[in-house]
């Protein structure tokens, strides 16, 4: 691959933008990553690991000179980092993001570009239950998907050049509408952590199982709800407050399914039982054939690739 920007700017040092750093070098993408962190910890560690070419001490030291900015802060905290930087971003800058909810994220972000800078937000679908500094690696993107979700307006040469950029990155790169997103990833990802944080939660409830059978019984299906449910709370909370409606309207689906399948156990009903769950096998299946996935027993999540 070919350089794609002279200089990227990352706001934020969590396992997203640690993970871009890695594959930015790993492709030589860009001249030079810059990179701030809230935290002087976080800006400490990212230091002593070598992660961005420079750790700035402030965002708007970051962003100066920048040609892409890319803000990899929890949803909630959009708005005012990009208040924070609109006064020294870049003439022909592109600002974009990685947040998991958009219309929320356009809405606070938007009105803080100035003309004359691209705004472009995007999200990469993918990351592991591990944060911060230190939890990126240059393949969490590989064959995976990032979709761009360009607002009105949005220039087609800053939309390509992001594009190629994610695509030197290993991801596969798709473009869709900011509320239709909000609606898919409320099925793919929001619902499904909002039962996974649930169902260990009844688990830390029900008395009469101890923690330590808990823990020591646990079989596939209560161990991997509670890999996802060890993902980032502060993100967590925001995607959940930030894409309210979507959420609202796949949990309300869920109940009614869940509702079913209970009546279904309740009355015996083995056939709609077999039938349901031979539908919902057909999704696994059709997840690994999309290479999304493998079908091996530890859901390829080895140690090499947690």
């Known amino acids: 691959m070919s350089q794609v920007y002279d200089r990227v700017a990352l706001i934020g040092l969590g396992l997203i933008a640690s993970s871009m750093f890695w594959a930015i070098k790993r492709a030589g993408l860009a001249g030079e990553v810059t990179g701030y962190a809230r935290s002087e910890a976080t800006r400490d560690t990212a230091r002593r690991i070598g992660l961005c ?9 970051a962003v100066e000179g920048a040609d892409l ?4 802060v ?23 993001d990685v947040g998991s909810v958009k219309r929320h994220v356009i809405e606070a972000v938007s009105p803080n570009i100035a003309d004359g800078v691209h705004f472009i937000p995007a999200h990469p679908l993918a990351g592991t239950e591990h944060s911060g500094p230190e939890s990126g690696f240059a393949e969490l993107f590989d064959n995976r998907w990032c979709l761009l979700v360009p607002v009105e307006g949005s220039d087609m040469d800053a939309i390509a050049r992001l594009r190629a950029l994610w695509e030197g990155m290993g991801s596969n790169v798709d473009e869709m509408d900011a509320d239709h997103h909000d ?9 499904p952590h909002l039962i996974a944080y649930t169902m260990v ?13 808990v823990i020591k019984y646990s079989a596939a299906g209560f161990r991997d709800f509670t890999r996802i449910a060890a993902s980032d709370p502060t993100m967590w909370r925001d995607v959940f407050l930030t894409n309210k409606d979507a959420t609202l309207e796949i949990l309300g689906r869920f109940t009614e399914e869940l509702f079913a399948l ?13 039938d349901y769950f031979t539908r919902t096998r057909a999704i696994r299946r059709g997840i690994i054939d999309a290479g999304q996935d493998t079908d091996a027993p530890d859901f390829g999540r080895g140690k090499a690739n947690p």
């Not at 905290?77 to 592109?94: Q, R, S, Y």
């Open 69 to 72: 900015v890319v803000l990899c």
């Open 53 to 61: 070419d420079r750790v700035c001490d402030t965002a708007q030291e």
């Open 262 to 274: 209970q009546r279904a156990i309740r009355t015996g009903d083995g056939e709609q039982l077999f």
């Open 183 to 191: 609606l898919v990833l409320a099925v793919t990802s929001h619902a």
């Open 201 to 213: 939660g009844v688990a830390d409830d029900l008395r009469r199982v101890t923690d330590t059978e």
């Open 74 to 96: 929890p949803v909630g905290a959009m708005g005012e980092v990009a208040a924070d930087i609109a006064p020294v971003l870049k003439p022909g800058a592109t600002v974009t």
